[in-house]
């Protein structure tokens, strides 16, 4: 009885992964940059440019990488359901485990801070 129980949750875990939404990709950005963000050297320079194309092909979500650097804000970032923003990158990593951490610092603290800045406020290693 045991066994036949855990080979149902082993299969039911298995189903459930298979259902999890996956990720198809990812859409670049780097402060000052003019591509179309399908890569680091040809990154877009616009973080809700960069959600709306990652949110563009619903069957194909994106993440969004945002490179370190400072970005000023003319408006409020609008996010999109079930699409991820990250920031603190070096500009070359090909994983979001690559990004080099502060030594002894927080969880959120990164030695390549992505840096917002809008409207009097100022917003440092957002993501």
Request: contains cysteine; hydrophobic residues 45%; proline residues 1%.
């Amino acid at each position: 009885m045991k066994r036949t129980i855990f080979i149902l949750a082993c299969i039911f875990c298995s189903m459930n992964f298979i259902w999890a939404e996956a990720q198809h990709g990812v859409v670049y950005v780097k402060a000052g940059a003019v591509g179309d963000g399908s890569s680091w050297t040809n990154a877009m320079g616009d973080i809700q440019a960069a959600i709306t194309k990652a949110k563009e092909d619903g069957a194909n979500r994106k993440d969004v990488w945002v490179a370190g650097g400072n970005f000023t804000l003319t408006a409020n970032i609008i996010m999109q359901d079930s699409i991820n923003v990250y920031g603190s990158f070096a500009g070359t990593e090909t994983s979001l485990e690559e990004r080099a951490k502060v030594e002894n610092g927080k969880a959120w603290e990164f030695v390549n801070p992505t840096i917002l800045t809008g409207n009097g406020c100022r917003l440092a290693s957002f993501l």
